[in-house]
């Protein structure tokens, strides 16, 4: 049995890590950053990296220091009922609600938008995610290799292809890093914190860290703290390559501004680099490129959507739940990018702190006992603040006025910000876990000797 991985192991296994979390969706936030950080871009995109690569990376440590077998297990540890809700909500947000139309809607938004003529947008929208997601469909029902083999040859061919276009920005920017816009003028680094939220990659990594478990478990890694090891070693890797990429789109964006003006999402501002950089040529290979890479990452989620609410209610067989996410997907992709984006944030904002407390609790663990109470305590300090935020953050994308708000809605977000640090940077959430944590943990030692 084999207790060592090579170096080579090593770099395979991060960068299968690197693949499952590089989408072509999340190509959109960074640039996105960038255009509305302009010259606050290093601080925003430090903000950004600490959600978009720091917590997926605890993400994937969590579920190895765990040892459970999926998240549902682990999130069991509060309640149950509460580990199969989370993680339905998870699989959902990561799936049919917002990361797999997405898929769909990046792919038109990137590769087929820009031949799009005016005033027939919609109708190509239609037209293209009906073909894309029933691809989707028959793969997804027919699984097949050349599914497993073409996400491999895509997602280094995008890292190159972006390489080189991140390379000749910085060599020729595009235009002079313009003034940040908005908040980004005054709280950059929580702005990018917040940001990087979109990413969904904190929610994935507490369903990719089995992926990578079962992996080095298969090459002979069995013990609990040679895993935890080789799960940060691949980690490591996956976060160094995305957090390369990230950089370089930020800074791309950031010098677009000043000739394309600032778009709506992230999207255009890759093709349009493309085009001005490479001409027709460039942009057909990159519209290819994505196409391809969203269409896998499309079929990964409805499968493994699938697989899992399958396991929990086994009456629905796997292909119905494969015909039924793909039409959720279908018919959600055709609220355009733009829609899809805004409207997850609330939901993120939600679901979000729960899934970081999740993890902080799996490696607080041992120093409490394992103690159900204080799971449920700091769970039940997070929900508190984060349902207020999902509810805030809902009706100011409605763009509902504050005075319009529920009294009681008003009433609680007056007191939790005077009374909660950083509430109004998004994180009213951490003091209150953090000191929950401690109190009760204390309280079971206490009680424990």
Known sequence: MQNRLSFSSFLVIGSMLFALFFGAGNLIFPAQLGQNAGTNLWIATFGFLV?????????????????????????????????????????????????????????????????????????FLLLFTLLFFGISLYFSL??????????????PTIVILLVILIGFTFAKPIG?????????????????????????????????????????RSKGITDRKKIIS????????????????????????????????IFDTGGPVLSETSAYYFGTTGTILLTIVIILACLTTSIGLITACAEYFQTIIPKISYKMFVVLFSSLCFIVANFGLANIITFSIP?????????????????????????RIVYISATVAAFLVSIIDGITTLYNTLEIDVAEWPAWLNAIVSFYDQVLPLYGDGLGWLVPVLVVMIVTGVIV???GR
Do not use: C, W
């Open 51 to 123: 959600t978009g690569i720091g917590l997926p990376f605890l993400g994937i440590l969590a579920m190895g220091f765990s040892g459970s077998r999926n998240l549902q297990e682990l999130s069991s540890r509060i309640h149950p009922i509460y580990g199969i809700v989370f993680t339905s909500l998870l699989y959902l947000t990561i799936g049919p609600f917002f990361a797999g139309p997405r898929t769909g809607a990046v792919a038109y938004e990137i590769a087929v938008s820009p031949f799009v003529p005016a005033g027939q947008v919609q109708l």
């Open 142 to 155: 027919n699984p097949a290799k050349i599914v497993d083999r073409i996400g491999k040859i895509m997602a």
């Open 176 to 216: 002079v890093i313009q003034n940040p816009v908005g908040v980004y003028n005054e709280s950059p680094f929580f702005k990018g914190f917040v940001e990087g939220y979109g990413t969904m990659d904190t929610l994935a990594s507490l369903v990719f860290g089995i992926i990578v478990i079962n992996v080095l």
């Open 230 to 261: 080789a799960t940060a070693k691949t980690g490591f890797i996956a976060a160094f390559l995305l957090a390369i990429i990230y950089a370089g789109i930020a800074y791309l964006g950031a010098t677009t501004t000043e000739k394309f003006g």
């Open 347 to 371: 939901v993120l904002m939600f679901l979000y702190p729960l899934a970081i407390v999740l993890m902080l609790l799996t490696f607080a663990s041992p120093l409490f006992n394992h103690s």
């Open 445 to 447: 030692r206490l009680i």
